[in-house]
């Protein structure tokens, strides 16, 4: 992950703004509120467009696989010179259908007993889009990636099928990001010594499933993401959000699962208290398999890998076949990928095409220097494969992170098929 600018703020610096005073007021304007001062943000202006189906944007399908309310880049689509993935061509994950927002309209709410002036929903401080944009501006690159990633291949792979979207390995993308770090916001703000975690809660549909209404999608993360690298984002790679990937605003929390980056924020919850909701109790935590019943709920992403081609892609015969792929690690740089052409037997260095910065590795780091750079981004490699015989074939790639995580040949099984990690067998036929 890249990060411009790192302003040396610390929890410490911000529980001393907070502590500065018993009342703090927000030094920025509040938008006018509906009755009980709740804003109302999903009230798009006249002759504006309606959803129509759960995603917006185009899905042509020699880009996309579409599972319902969700769609899946496909690797073969993907262009090996371009490092980031341009919105129309990134991931989907809906829980229910693309909300049409209108940004005049839109305010992010922040209440909660953990802010230096504890206030309930209905008192929440309501902050337009442009009262963000007065804050520091940070821009963000960073591997995004749907906890589900590769839950097929719990199935295809390893015969243990898992419950939940089939994804390949195309819901990834890296992109970057452009925002207001949340910690900027909090320290005007101002929160209690005491605050332990933050609620984001999104504006789309409430969630309904086997009849139970689970309300809005929402995820609390702790006090320490927020206070790191969490990012209120309002552009992706130099453009506003497409309405499909959270236009106006979204949270974005590198490195973790996709699950926690909430599209579409509606409200942040500052609790002295740790915050629940069933997309970390219920949901998106390793149960069955040989997960304990009380495993926590899932933060970082693991290291995984994947090659620039078609599931069962047919290769032209050639002397020499340029392999490329890429590898990706939600805690720390890639630092080595080997390639198997023979299906694992032996094992090759590829080139890497992005080299890992010193320093480089997961979290801001409290009180970071002003300019200081960090990378989250995935890794693209390459690798010459000679004299490649006719017939069919296995492709493997396995990857190493700074943190010392290596892929292995088999991912811990569990019954919600979130995090494998596993090395994938690519099949590919040369002609």
Known sequence: MTMTPARPLSRRSVLKISLASAAVAPVLSAGPALAGGVRSPLAPRAGAPVPAGPILKPLPLEEFVVHGTNAEMRWGSVRAREALTSQADLFVRNHTRTPVIEATTYALRVHGDGLARPRGEGEALSFRLADLKRLPRTTITATHECTGNGRRFFEVQQGTPASGTPWGLGAVGAVRWEGVLLRDLLARVGIRRDA??????????????GGVDYGRVRRPFDIEKALDDALLAWGANGEPLLPDHGFPLRLVLPGWVGIASIKWLGSLEVSTTEQTSPW????????????????????????????????????????????????????????????????????RAADLRDKPRRGAGHGAGHGAGHGRTRDLSWT???YQWRRPAVGAHELL???????????????????????????????????
Do not use: C
């Open 280 to 347: 970390n109790t219920k949901w998106y935590r390793m149960t069955g398999g040989d997960h304990p019943a009380d495993a926590p709920p899932l933060t970082l992403n693991p290291v995984r890998s994947a090659f620039e081609l078609d599931w069962d892609a047919v290769l032209p015969a050639a002397r020499t076949i340029t392999l490329t792929g890429r590898s990706w690690s939600g805690a720390a740089p890639i630092v080595r990928v080997e390639v198997s052409i023979d299906g694992g037997a032996t094992w």
């Open 397 to 431: 790639a396995r990857a190493r992170d700074a943190a010392g995580r290596t892929q292995p040949l088999v991912a811990a099984y569990n019954d919600g098929g979130y995090l494998f990690d596993a090395v994938v067998r690519h099949p590919v036929t040369v002609v």
């Open 196 to 209: 332990v975690s933050v609620m984001a809660t999104g504006l789309d549909d409430p969630f309904v499933s």
């Open 380 to 382: 693209r490699w390459s």
